[in-house]
């Protein structure tokens, strides 16, 4: 097989990213190995031929999907929005992936207790270069999220001051005036003296399935990443989702139909005794209580391990966008 052929699934290299999105692939079934160890960054998925491991940083993941040198991609939202100009065309965010949760946010000082909202903020710019002589210097490594969210909020007399370094330190330093900067629960922020803005939270961002749309997707690379996929999805419905089999001689269309509309139960298996559903588990208990109610004498529910379906959601999403 032509190496050109394969498909190409980037995973972080390193830290808590690539632990977590190691344990993502494990859980539905796909071990991601490394050729000679640690240290080599190529590597395979386990049991799915013409597939390909490479580990990569959390941005060079985003640039190898925007240039189509990836096929998949374990990446963060905020860098998607930031890194790619036509994320919308270029790539497509299949699933969100519970871990790498972080927050795009304005912060500024916490003396400057007039700027509770982005429309505080404009009036501050407006002002701003009548009081000192110049707009307004904003610290952050995300520039064109910055410039698209305050175009979007009518803030524009200032000047992006890129940070290398540690961003939220930059107003106590005297280099910039505000920040847009990525934070998790806050605390550095408030350690620097700096506050969110009500409404400046400009991204909620998690790890995300990136799938490129411009990379060379040949049928090898097709049928692996449908393989993939298709063990996600049904790893995902299985997490979610309960199985609930109850005591109830006389099952009715309009039980059926009720518990469907209602919990959002799906018949699996009905005998002269008892039936059998699947349940979102949220509403297990809630489904045992009615289900009591219409008759049964008892209700039990059982975990699953994997809900495979012929229409594969996550793959159906992705072919549609490939054509």
Not at 70 to 92: K, P, S
Not at 115 to 138: I, W
Not at 257 to 269: C, D, H, K, P, V
Request: hydrophobic share 45%; proline share 2%.
């Amino acid at each position: 097989m032509s190496p050109a052929q394969k498909l190409i699934v980037a995973s972080p290299s390193k830290g808590r990213l690539q632990e977590n999105a190691a344990a993502f692939f494990a859980r539905a079934g796909l071990e991601l190995t490394q050729g000679r160890g640690a240290r080599d960054y190529r590597g395979a998925v386990a049991g799915v031929e013409g597939a390909e491991v490479a580990y990569l940083s959390a941005s060079e993941i985003t640039r190898r999907l925007a240039l189509g040198e990836a096929h998949l991609g374990v990446t963060g939202e905020d860098l998607v929005r930031e890194e790619i100009a036509d994320a919308e065309i270029t790539v497509e965010l299949l699933a969100p992936l519970g871990f790498g949760a972080a927050n795009v946010v304005v912060a500024v000082p916490q003396a400057w207790i007039d700027v509770r909202s982005m429309s505080d903020l404009a009036d501050v710019a407006d002002g701003f270069r009548a009081r000192h002589g110049r707009g307004l210097r904003v610290a952050t490594k995300y520039v064109n999220t910055t410039r698209r969210f305050f175009a979007a909020h009518g803030v524009s007399d200032y000047r992006i001051v890129e940070s290398s370094g540690a961003t939220e330190g930059a107003p106590a330093a005297g280099s910039a005036d505000l920040i847009v900067d990525i934070t998790t629960t806050g605390a550095t922020l408030a350690a620097n003296a700096l506050k969110v803005i009500e409404d400046g939270v400009i991204l909620r961002s998690q790890a995300n399935l990136v799938a490129s749309l411009t990379a060379p997707w040949s049928r090898t690379a097709r049928e692996a990443a449908r393989i993939i996929l298709s063990r996600i999805a049904a790893e995902e419905e299985a997490r979610t989702t309960r199985e609930v089999r109850a005591s109830l001689p006389a099952l009715s269309e309009q039980i059926q139909r009720e518990a469907e509309a209602n919990f959002g139960a799906e018949l699996r298996i009905k005998d002269s005794r008892s039936a059998s559903f699947s349940c979102p588990a949220t509403k297990v208990a809630a489904l045992a209580d009615w289900l009591i109610a219409q008759g049964a004498t008892s209700v039990t529910s059982a975990g699953l391990d994997y809900v495979f379906r012929a229409e594969n959601a996550l793959w159906s999403k992705l072919a549609a966008r490939l054509g």
